[in-house]
């Protein structure tokens, strides 16, 4: 076996899309905390640190879900799914990632990150994916904690306390992470239901799934638009962000009376991921000193 063949295993396993997801999360808050005057070091470390920690996050993930994904026909291809690591490799990778990680976080960040990052990673390993996710349909709300810490990780890498609008991005990335995994709840929902997965979608039906979705976009929508409001981003940020949430707000509207409702789920969630994406990089580039 070749090491790129082993490398690209063990990226596999660290799962790469949302690893970036969540940088890019973090990155936001950093620089928006920043406000234009970046400190290399700082910035290096603490981005390496959150690395990974969520990196660790997501190998524990995948060990526990290993016996769901063999059954799932857009996972039973993956590194453990198909027992191509042995798993004591993926324990210690795991275990590795994640006290580096967090000795990072504590030697050149602050308490607070360290603590966050703490809770974050407990909630997603712990309390969604070992106890609630295959138990509870209220599980995606808790784990959307855990994937609203990295913003706030990286805001309070430089505003080493919870402030205001520390709380305003927290609430951001709650209302998005529950929309973006309610979407993919209805598109997905074969799977869920062939593993007897008690999500949101197939306790209580796509109807309220959907009008789950929609309230959680338009609280997204409120809190976005305060930064404007509060004065924290300028007309630049306001005008982007104004525009493309009506547009997902109106698609999401819109699946509710339209026959092909996985579509539009579908295209619902590949909008919310435009969306966090041009948010994390319009808050760190129109702020207001």
């Known amino acids: 076996m070749n090491l790129i063949n082993i490398i690209k295993k063990y990226i596999n396993i660290i799962k790469p899309g949302i690893l970036l997801g969540n940088l890019i999360s973090f990155l936001g808050g950093i620089f928006f905390a920043f406000h234009g005057h970046i400190f290399f070091t700082k910035l290096y470390l603490s981005s390496i640190g ?41 324990y210690f990778f795991a275990f590795f990632c994640g006290i580096i990680g967090f000795l990072i976080l504590f030697l050149y960040t602050n308490f607070l990150v ?7 990673f407990l909630i997603y ?39 205001l609008i520390c709380i305003i991005l927290f609430l951001i990335l709650i209302f998005w992470q529950i929309a973006h995994f309610y979407s993919i709840s209805i598109f997905r929902i074969k799977d869920y239901q062939k593993n007897n997965i008690p999500i949101f979608s197939v306790i ?5 799934t959907q009008i789950l979705i929609i309230i959680n976009i338009f609280l997204f929508i409120i809190f976005t638009i305060s930064l404007y409001f509060l004065e924290y981003t300028g007309i630049i ?3 982007i962000i104004i525009f493309f949430n009506v547009i997902w707000l109106f698609i999401t509207i819109l699946s509710i009376f339209h026959t092909k409702i996985f579509l539009f789920s ?3 969630f590949i909008f919310s991921i435009i969306i966090i994406f041009l948010f994390n990089i319009m808050i760190g580039i129109d702020y207001i000193h």
């Open 50 to 90: 959150t690395i990974l920690v969520i990196a660790s996050g997501c190998i524990f993930n995948n060990i526990i879900d290993r016996d769901i994904d063999k059954t799932v026909q857009r996972t039973k291809n993956r590194v453990l799914a198909k027992k191509l690591i042995k798993l004591k490799y993926v």
């Open 114 to 120: 360290f603590f966050n990052g703490m809770c974050g």
């Open 125 to 163: 390993v712990i309390v969604y994916t070992l106890c609630m996710k295959r138990f509870v349909p209220y599980a995606t709300l808790i784990g959307s904690i855990s994937g609203a810490m990295p913003i706030l990780m990286g805001y309070c890498t430089i505003n080493s306390q919870i402030d």
């Open 204 to 208: 209580r039906g796509i109807f309220l």
């Open 237 to 239: 940020y306001f005008s």
């Open 266 to 268: 579908r295209i619902s």
